[in-house]
């Protein structure tokens, strides 16, 4: 995790520059993303919140939301671009909110960096902050099997759907619908909306 902060940290200007504001992300994120805050009830955390940018958009259609990141720099750059809400580093594997205390978590782009064998833990940790109901939504590369590529910060993995659909019912979650994008000139986009189940 160290490498992944220390990674992003050494770009984070770059980052914010290319990809910090919503206005720069494609409609069709924005759109998704903001019909999901819609439909959260309750308290929410933008989980590898980055520049912040996503938290914001959430807070600004009335959402209750706090970004948490593993990259101080991206903290920092948020707390001051958003000085209103609260942003804090912490990691996707401790979360800081207490079981079932919430009712939305965004890992939008954030569990890129997660190896297979990793991804379960933040599963696990998600599904622990969320209350029964509560969705999560998750934007993610997609591709034919699960595999490394060079990202440009750090090494990041595809997921065909269907195999982070089985991770997150491993760890809780029903899936309610998922989404995904193909085009020229960016990589095969694919999001997640996943229902915490009842236990
Ligand atoms: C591709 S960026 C996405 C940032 C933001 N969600 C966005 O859409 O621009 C990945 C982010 O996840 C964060 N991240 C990666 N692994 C993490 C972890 N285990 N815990 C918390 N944040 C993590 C990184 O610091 C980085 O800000």
Known sequence: MNDIAGAYSARAAEYIELLGTVELMHPSDRELIGTWGDRVVGEAIDAGCGPGHWTNFLAGRGLDIRGVDLTLAFVEHARRAYPRLRFATGSLEALGASDGSLG????????????????????????????????LLVGFFTGAAVEPFDHAVV?????PVAELTERLRASGFETVETHTRTGTGYRPHAAIIARRVKV
């Open 104 to 135: 939305g978590v965004l890992a939008w782009y954030s569990l890129i960096h997660h190896a297979p064998d990793a991804i379960g833990p933040a599963l696990d940790e998600i599904a622990r902050v969320l209350r029964p109901a509560g969705l």
């Open 155 to 159: 090494t990041a993995y595809r997921w």
